[in-house]
């Protein structure tokens, strides 16, 4: 069997807002092993979006173990969260997250520059024509269209070459056409680099093409919901 890349032993998300403190999820027990593509459904509010925050180091657990690539994130500060994440993991949001005073050229090539790759402009450069967009590398992001901006973050992510791949409703913006577009360049960078890929999606088609597929429920696992709901 191979080895699990992730894995949260009873991990707890709690955060404080106006009406108090509000539990997000509940015990989640769950590992993803190298290689695989695991899919993130459920409902909306039902905590798919911070389980991937948990995975990558983007939200503290408030309780309980997860462990990416055998380091136990709850351990490490900030600082050491983040060169972990830049070092290992590659990150696609909804929105994009682009920088609009940069080409879309420089957009992939900074996070490789600061990470100290000699190559970040060439490696750039194929990422971008790897997903299509050789010809619009020295274009801004207010000057391409919703599908172009999400192939420049798909190019970022990829560039330094992560273990794994986080992506949080990668064709949510998105109209069909473009959206499709999207799935076919997110398997094929998988493909291309061997990545383990999670992922948070409504779209039944895209969680269809994963290995597996994890449902969740308020704030728990499906299965772990319905054996509480018969207890």
Not at 51 to 61: F, I, S
Request: aromatic share 4%; net charge negative; charged share 25%.
């Amino acid at each position: 069997m191979a080895d699990p890349v992730l894995s949260l032993s009873d991990a707890r998300l709690s955060l404080d807002g106006n009406a108090g403190r509000v539990d997000i999820l509940h015990g989640i027990t769950l590992e993803v092993l190298k290689g695989e593509t695991v899919a993130l459904t459920g409902p909306s509010g039902s905590g798919k979006s911070s389980l991937l925050m948990l995975m990558g180091g983007l939200e503290q657990a408030t309780g309980g173990e997860v462990r990416a690539l055998g380091r136990d994130l709850t351990t490490l500060t900030e600082d050491q969260l983040a060169r972990f994440r830049r070092d290992n993991m590659g990150v696609v949001f909804q929105s994009f997250h682009l920088i609009p005073t940069m080409t879309a050229l420089e957009n992939v090539a900074t996070p490789l520059e600061l990470a100290g790759h000699r190559d970040a402009f060439d490696r750039a450069e194929a990422e971008l024509a790897a997903v299509g967009l050789a010809s619009r590398s020295h274009h801004y992001p207010g000057q391409m269209s919703g599908g172009e901006q999400q192939r420049v973050a798909l190019a970022r992510a990829a560039a330094p070459r992560p273990a794994i791949l986080l992506a949080d409703e990668p064709t949510g913006n998105l109209d069909g056409a473009n959206g499709q577009a999207i799935m076919e360049i997110l398997f094929g960078l998988r493909d291309r680099h061997g990545a383990t890929l999670v992922l948070v999606t409504h779209a039944p088609e895209l969680a269809a093409r994963c290995d597996r597929e994890v449902r969740l429920r308020d704030g728990w696992l499906e299965t772990d919901a319905m054996r509480d709901a018969a207890e």
